[in-house]
Nanobody
Framework: QVQLVESGGGLVQAGGSLRLSCAPSGRAINNYAMGWIRQAPGKEREFVTVSNRSGGTTYYADSVKGRFTISRDTAMNTVYLQMNSLKAEDTAVYYC????????????????WGRGTQVTVSS
């Protein structure tokens, strides 16, 4: 069983930046396509971004394109989500997810999920 642990959430003013981290316990991240999905209060889960196993291919939701960046550090066995130019509408719980399928698309299925980290952007 793979456990994903997210960190880095918090409260930030609009226009600010945060970096989220996700580390799978006991398994190397290059075994998985890694994604970030968010859920705002009262709304359905929304795809944010995904990276294939090598990190060479990524896909972003239009709402975050140009502002968010997903990256991997294999030495640290960690996936990051760098979020810049944050907006109030980015407020949500952000979940890290891992998939054995090396597919990069917004509708991918994931095998493992983290518990989420809260990001709150004040306007």
């Amino acid at each position: 069983q793979v456990q994903l642990v997210e960190s880095g959430g918090g409260l930030v003013q609009a226009g600010g930046s945060l970096r989220l981290s996700c580390a799978p316990s006991g398994r190397a991240i290059n075994n998985y396509a890694m994604g970030w999905i968010r859920q705002a209060p009262g709304k359905e889960r929304e795809f944010v971004t995904v990276s294939n196993r090598s990190g060479g291919t990524t896909y972003y939701a239009d709402s975050v394109k140009g502002r968010f960046t997903i990256s991997r550090d294999t030495a640290m066995n960690t996936v990051y989500l760098q979020m810049n130019s944050l907006k109030a509408e980015d407020t949500a719980v952000y979940y890290c997810a891992a998939s054995y399928r090396d597919v990069v698309c917004p509708n991918g299925e994931y095998d493992y999920w983290g518990r989420g980290t809260q990001v709150t952007v004040s306007s």
